[in-house]
């Protein structure tokens, strides 16, 4: 069964909501700018915890940061790709 994604409290806690980075990027009821909110609080999550890592203070709890950057640059790739092919963005024909 599918449950409703509390969007707020996966924005505050998002390790709590998803088992990986890459859950986030294929969430069906997330928007692109949602799903960049969760990741980047992600991120601030894994660099305190990877902080926490290197001095020994966490219970084997993964940090997950280099999944979380990696889904990050996918989506400001996806971005880049929307921009060039609604030509929108800066696009090979220059102006």
Same mark, same amino acid.
């Given at each position: 069964?599918?449950? *409703? =994604?509390? /969007?707020? *409290?996966? #924005? %505050?806690?998002p390790s709590k909501f998803f088992k990986t980075p890459k859950e986030v990027l294929l969430h069906p009821d997330l928007n692109r700018k949602t799903k960049i909110d969760i990741l980047r609080q992600w991120e601030v999550d894994a660099r305190l915890l990877s902080v926490a890592e290197e001095e020994n203070m966490t219970q !084997? &709890?993964?940090?997950?940061? !280099?999944? /979380? /950057?990696? *889904? =990050?640059?996918? =989506?400001?790739?996806e971005? #880049?790709?929307?921009? %060039? &092919? %609604? !030509?929108?963005?800066? !696009? #090979?024909?220059?102006?």
């Open positions: 069964m599918h449950h *409703a =994604l509390n /969007v707020e *409290a996966a #924005k %505050t806690n !084997g &709890e993964s940090s997950h940061l !280099g999944a /979380v /950057v990696s *889904a =990050l640059i996918a =989506l400001d790739d971005n #880049k790709r929307a921009d %060039t &092919e %609604t !030509g929108t963005g800066p !696009g #090979k024909h220059g102006g």
